[in-house]
Structure formats: structure tokens, C-alpha cells
């Protein structure tokens, strides 16, 4: 293990808590409602971790893969949770069922949304713009708008304001890792809600490949256009996953921080100043994520804000 390049931590906001993809272990940590902080972690399947997540552009459809499977399971297992706090009576939580299909209606309303819809108005439009490549200029601006504009309005919610308090806790907490600082509250509150690898950089980065390789096409039928913009978007996913992965090793350099400053603005509309309790929850699964992957013993449940001490060994 000693010759293993350091693991970039990363992860995403769920129900009330705060999942962080670690090495081999996902490490994941809720707030329950009588304050308590509950701590969950797996081991990661080998389907992730094996030699094609080393290859330029696979691994970029790999972690697409592993972002959609590992993001739905962690947020049924928040949901489940909350369910429990709701309803202590209900033991078997929401079924996988409801989870799956409501990640492939996302999906389905996600594609159609932003890259179908988009499609059309621009086609829509062809006899005024008279050009393949203006066409698909208008189609990526359109494609942006929508993007922000859904950002927006769905910001504008209470839950999902507190979701996206935890995403900049997460955010937080990973930038104070990768500094070396001990992870307490006061040293996370260094550091902004931004971070170069983050989710909300990646789908900017897709709009803006995706005008790219759309443009390469030259224009082809309406029905073949719909196709592409199905078909090619794992290959646009992995090409945008390399472009932000270049950019978050390097950014400390120029070109570094030019990729990922447009990624860096957007996060203004998806992160949110969290509290001192949201933070505490961030850095459980940061700990917890750690702790799994070093082998070590990492408790179900802490007692509420205020009483509980880190686990010994963890930074």
C-alpha cells in the first residue's frame, strides 16, 4: 500500500448527511433526528477499483457508472433513516425498487430535458440561424440556460437548500483533508464551498463538450441528431471526467485554476454556507471513509452534537 499514489476523497450530499467515496470504502454519515450522528460504510465493488479505472476516458465512463449506483445507494440509505425518524413502526425502509425506478425516471427526465429539448428548439430555429455550427452554438447556450435556470429554482427549496449546505460541507471538509489539517470544525470553516472536482463542474464541462463533439457531426437528420445526443453522452461524460480530473491535479497552476474557474462560479448556485452541526456530519464521514479503508473499527451511531470525541487515529 505504501506505493499507492494518495486517493482523491470525494463525494456527495444526501438526506441530512454527507457520503464520501474513499479508496476501497464508502464512508457515509447522517443526522438523526434526535442529534445523533449515525456512520455507515461498505466496501466499494472491485468493479470500480479494478485496472480499467486507470485507463483515460474508461474510467471517466466508470466513474459515471459508479457515480449513478453508489449516489442512489446512498441516498436510500438517508432516506431509509429519515423514514425510520418519521416512522419508527416501518423496519424495512424504502424498497430498492422505488429508488431504481426513480433514478431512471431522473434520467429519463434529465436527457429529455437537457439534451433532447435543447436539440429541438435549435432545430427549430435552423432556417434563421442557416448553419450546422451555429446551431449547435444556440443548442449548448440553450443547454446552459436551462441548466442555471433549474439550478436556480430547485435552490429556491428548503430541503434542497439544506442539501446543498451539505454539499459545501462536504466541499469543506475534503479541501481540509487534502491540506493535511487535522479535520475539526475550525479548520474546515478555512476553506470555501468550491472545489474543482465537484459534480456541478463536471455538468458544465459536459455542456461545453458536448458543443464540441456535436459540432463534429456536421449536422446530420433530425432523427440522427436525437441519437447522438443519447448515444454519444457516455463519451462525452468520459472526455469531461478527464478535463476535471486534469484540472483539480493541477490546481495550483494557471491553466489549472482557468479550467476550473467557470466550474468554481457555478458552485456559487449549488453550495451553501453550512453550520457547525452540518460540518461535524462531514467530517464523521470523511473519518469514517478513512477509517474503513485503513482497516480500523468505525462506530454505528455518536451521540449528539456537543458530547461526542473522534475516533481515536483518525485525522
Given at each position: 500500500m505504501a506505493n499507492q499514489p494518495p486517493h482523491l476523497y470525494g463525494g456527495q450530499a444526501v438526506i441530512e448527511g454527507v457520503m464520501i467515496r474513499g479508496r476501497d470504502h464508502f464512508g457515509m454519515a447522517v443526522r438523526r433526528q434526535?442529534?445523533?450522528?449515525?456512520?455507515?460504510?461498505?466496501?466499494?465493488?472491485?468493479i470500480y477499483n479494478g485496472r480499467p479505472r486507470r485507463w483515460p476516458l474508461v474510467r471517466g465512463f466508470l466513474t459515471l457508472l459508479e457515480t449513478l449506483i453508489l449516489g442512489i445507494k446512498a441516498l436510500q440509505l438517508s432516506a431509509n433513516m429519515a423514514a425510520r425518524d418519521q416512522m419508527p413502526e416501518e423496519e424495512e425502509g424504502i424498497p430498492g425498487w422505488v429508488m431504481a425506478s426513480t433514478l431512471g425516471v431522473s434520467l429519463?427526465?434529465?436527457i429529455g430535458l437537457f439534451f433532447v429539448t435543447p436539440l429541438l428548439i435549435a432545430w427549430?430555429?435552423?432556417?434563421?440561424?442557416?448553419?450546422?455550427?451555429?446551431?449547435?452554438?444556440?443548442?449548448?447556450?440553450?443547454?446552459?440556460?436551462?441548466?442555471?435556470?433549474?439550478?436556480?429554482?430547485?435552490?429556491?427549496?428548503?430541503?434542497?437548500?439544506?442539501?446543498?449546505?451539505y454539499h459545501g460541507a462536504e466541499h469543506m471538509t475534503v479541501?481540509?483533508?487534502?491540506?493535511?489539517?487535522?479535520?475539526?470544525?475550525?479548520?474546515?470553516?478555512?476553506?470555501?464551498?468550491?472545489?474543482?472536482?465537484?459534480?456541478?463542474?463536471?455538468?458544465?464541462?459536459?455542456?461545453?463538450?458536448?458543443?464540441?463533439?456535436?459540432?463534429l457531426l456536421l449536422g446530420p437528420p433530425l432523427e440522427?441528431?436525437?441519437?447522438s445526443r443519447i448515444l454519444l453522452l457516455p463519451v462525452i461524460a468520459?472526455?469531461?471526467?478527464?478535463?476535471?480530473?486534469?484540472?483539480?491535479?493541477?490546481?495550483?497552476?494557471?491553466?489549472?485554476?482557468?479550467?476550473?474557474?467557470?466550474?468554481?462560479?457555478?458552485?456559487?448556485?449549488?453550495?451553501?454556507?453550512?453550520?457547525d452541526?452540518?460540518?461535524?456530519?462531514?467530517?464523521?464521514?470523511?473519518?469514517?471513509?478513512?477509517?474503513?479503508?485503513a482497516g480500523e473499527t468505525v462506530a454505528r451511531e455518536i451521540p449528539p452534537s456537543g458530547t461526542e470525541k473522534a475516533p481515536d487515529g483518525v485525522a
Open positions: 434526535d442529534g445523533s450522528i449515525e456512520q455507515h460504510h461498505e466496501l466499494l465493488s472491485s429519463v427526465f434529465g427549430a430555429l435552423n432556417p434563421v440561424l442557416n448553419s450546422a455550427l451555429l446551431s449547435e452554438i444556440v443548442e449548448g447556450v440553450i443547454r446552459l440556460l436551462f441548466l442555471l435556470g433549474y439550478i436556480t429554482l430547485i435552490g429556491m427549496l428548503k430541503d434542497v437548500k439544506r442539501v446543498f449546505a479541501h481540509a483533508q487534502e491540506a493535511g489539517l487535522p479535520l475539526t470544525v475550525a479548520n474546515v470553516r478555512k476553506f470555501d464551498t468550491p472545489h474543482p472536482r465537484c459534480g456541478t463542474a463536471f455538468l458544465l464541462t459536459v455542456v461545453v463538450v458536448s458543443v464540441v463533439v456535436f459540432a440522427w441528431r436525437i441519437a468520459a472526455v469531461s471526467y478527464e478535463i476535471i480530473r486534469f484540472s483539480g491535479a493541477h490546481q495550483n497552476t494557471w491553466y489549472g485554476k482557468m479550467i476550473s474557474k467557470p466550474g468554481l462560479w457555478l458552485q456559487k448556485l449549488t453550495t451553501r454556507q453550512p453550520d452541526q452540518q460540518i461535524e456530519v462531514a467530517i464523521r464521514a470523511m473519518e469514517t471513509a478513512i477509517a474503513a479503508d
